[in-house]
């Protein structure tokens, strides 16, 4: 029977929603979102699957409790589909820690502590290319495997030690950190310490001061890799590097053989063209040389000099002569200049004089009656007018009159 996505999708949300009306599921919460509406979205996780879950805002102000990373907890609700994108979910009722919440709390206030401590900081450098590693992890598991084929693929000079160690269970942690105290022994150039994947119980030990302390205390630079990419342990924060899984580790420590031979290829190639460079650039400055050489041999100097010397007597003659030329437009245009201004002095001085002389002849006292003249007295004694000074006191007297003055301003006539 041919039928649509949607209806498809709607005949699945009928089928587990009438079937899963009621289921109680233990996992451990990843990514716990509070949302503005006050729905809370979470996955809920073991070490094989997860699934998608709500738990509404009605619901959720019921939480005694904030829903954490890590947290393992107890579920119970339904499965609800949502049609338009085919998924489906658990549409949490009720939400209860079980007993995984307390080795999360003591997982959180382990951490607090190491890192007041300081155990998180002073990390040591890794070798770019060690030769010898040693690995702290199970004889029988799979990440000793995995380390040993990415290495051999990688970098196969590298020698790899196993200190064969628990680790899960009752012992582990003293295992663990009994193993790192003797590899750190072995003068290895790094050390690694991990395991594959599993549940937050199965990673525990690596979890455990007992370990955070061996860490924290080996020489040896330690990379820590545990579990899968979303695990993190005590020991990932203590170590000098953390590495999302065993293979992973073996690639941050180890360079990649091709990828260092076509770098080394790359390298040659640029000192190849930089040789080249350099011989190019060096010849150029040779012939550079040669043409100065020749440029200042002892004849060339003599014939430049020469030439500088001619060049030097004809730019000085052709200054004295311009100079010259210069000069005598000037005496000529100053002699005109004083000729033009000596003829106006004199023709003014020409009418100037004319002028006091037709004044004179207009006013000579043999030509003119009496009237209007009065003789100077100064001192009792009679005195010409130009003897007269500014601010005298003297006499003006005629047969009939007699008037005292005094001279307010006096002025000359150049005649």
């Given at each position: 029977m041919l039928v649509s996505v949607a209806e498809l999708n709607r005949q699945i949300e009928a089928l587990l929603e009438s079937t899963f009306l009621h289921v109680r599921v233990e996992g451990e919460i990843s990514r716990p979102t509070y949302h503005a509406s006050g729905h809370i979205y979470f996955t809920l996780k073991d070490s094989e699957s997860a699934i998608s879950c709500v738990i509404f805002k009605g619901n959720a102000k019921g939480l005694k409790f904030e829903l954490e990373d890590g947290l393992k907890v107890l579920v119970d609700g339904s499965i609800?589909?949502?049609?338009?994108?085919?998924?489906?979910?658990?549409?949490?009722?009720?939400?209860?820690?079980?007993?995984?919440?307390?080795l999360t709390k003591a997982y959180e206030q382990l951490k607090a502590r190491l890192e007041k401590k300081g155990y998180f900081n002073n990390k040591k450098p890794l070798p770019h290319f060690p030769s010898v590693i040693a690995v702290v992890t199970s004889a029988s598991g799979a990440a000793w495997q995995d380390i040993l084929k990415v290495a051999d693929k990688r970098w196969p000079l590298t020698k790899f030690i196993l200190v064969p160690s628990l680790v899960q269970g009752e012992g582990a942690a003293a295992s663990i950190a009994k193993a790192v105290k003797k590899a750190d022994q072995l003068g290895c150039d790094v050390l690694i310490v991990?395991?594959?994947g599993g549940s937050i119980e199965d990673l525990w030990a690596f979890n455990e001061e007992i370990v955070a302390d061996a860490?924290?205390?080996?020489?040896?630079?330690?990379?820590?890799a545990v579990g899968h990419e979303i695990d993190y342990t005590i020991s990932d924060f203590v170590a000098d590097m953390?590495?999302?899984?065993?293979?992973?580790?073996?690639?941050?420590?180890l360079p990649e053989q091709n990828e260092l031979r076509q770098t080394m290829d790359y390298i040659m190639l640029q000192f190849i063209e930089t040789i080249k460079k350099l011989l190019t650039q060096k010849e150029q400055i040779l012939i550079h040389l040669r043409e100065l050489y020749k440029k200042n041999s002892f004849?060339?100097?003599i014939r430049f000099q020469l030439l500088e010397t001619k060049a030097l007597k004809s730019s000085l003659n052709s200054a004295f002569y311009n100079i010259f030329i210069l000069k005598e437009q000037n005496?000529?245009?100053?002699?005109?200049r004083f000729e033009h201004k000596t003829a106006q002095v004199l023709n003014l001085k020409e009418n100037v004089l004319k002028s006091f002389q037709n004044m004179y002849i207009l006013n000579e006292p043999t030509k003119e009656s009496k009237e209007g003249f009065a003789q100077i007295v100064k001192n009792a004694r009679k005195t010409a007018l130009e003897e007269i000074k500014e601010g005298d006191e003297f006499e003006l007297q005629t047969?009939?009159?007699?008037?005292?003055?005094?001279?307010?301003?006096k002025q000359h006539y150049n005649l």
């Open positions: 609800t589909a949502y049609v338009p994108r085919g998924s489906y979910q658990i549409n949490c009722i009720h939400i209860e820690p079980s007993g995984i919440g307390a991990g395991r594959g860490i924290y205390h080996a020489k040896t630079p330690i990379v820590s953390r590495a999302p899984t065993p293979s992973a580790a073996v690639e941050l420590i004849e060339n100097r005496i000529k245009e100053f002699l005109l047969p009939k009159t007699k008037l005292t003055a005094k001279a307010l301003k």
